[in-house]
């Protein structure tokens, strides 16, 4: 079982930045896939970026590549999300997610996979 919590929502006006962290804990041991996930009022919960903190292998939504950056501290077992150019869209409430195992590519957009989940943490966008 993995723990995850996030931190670093906050306000911004439009073209800014925010980072966002995702501490995970809990049986680490196992290969683990950090997703970042964002849900806007009304809407489903969509996918933003993940990472494997083994491998480092990441990917993005198109929506957000190119403007957002997912790293980790590994040490730390910290999971980042640099938001950069940010826009009203992107205001939401955005999770961090984690599953363990195999690699599933492109299956990760799909929330479903994803069985670990924290509270989530709100990002506002002024345009």
């Known amino acids: 079982q993995v723990r995850v919590m996030e931190s670093g929502g906050g306000s911004v006006e439009a073209g800014g930045s925010l980072r966002l962290s995702c501490v995970y804990s809990?049986?680490?041991?196992?290969?683990?896939?950090v997703g970042w996930f964002r849900q806007a009022p009304g809407k489903e919960r969509e996918a933003v970026a993940v990472?494997?903190?083994?491998?480092?292998?990441?990917d993005y939504s198109d929506s957000v590549k190119g403007r957002f950056t997912i790293s980790q501290d590994n040490a730390q077992k910290i999971v980042y999300l640099q938001m950069d150019s940010l826009k009203p869209e992107d205001t939401g409430l955005y999770y961090c997610?984690?599953?363990?195992?195999?690699?599933?590519?492109?299956?990760?957009?799909?929330?479903?996979?994803?069985?670990?989940w924290g509270q989530g943490t709100q990002i506002t966008v002024a345009s």
């Open positions: 997610g984690a599953r363990q195992g195999l690699f599933i590519g492109s299956r990760w957009y799909d929330p479903a996979n994803f069985p670990y």
């Open positions: 990472m494997s903190t083994e491998t480092n292998w990441s």
């Open positions: 809990g049986d680490t041991q196992v290969r683990i896939y």
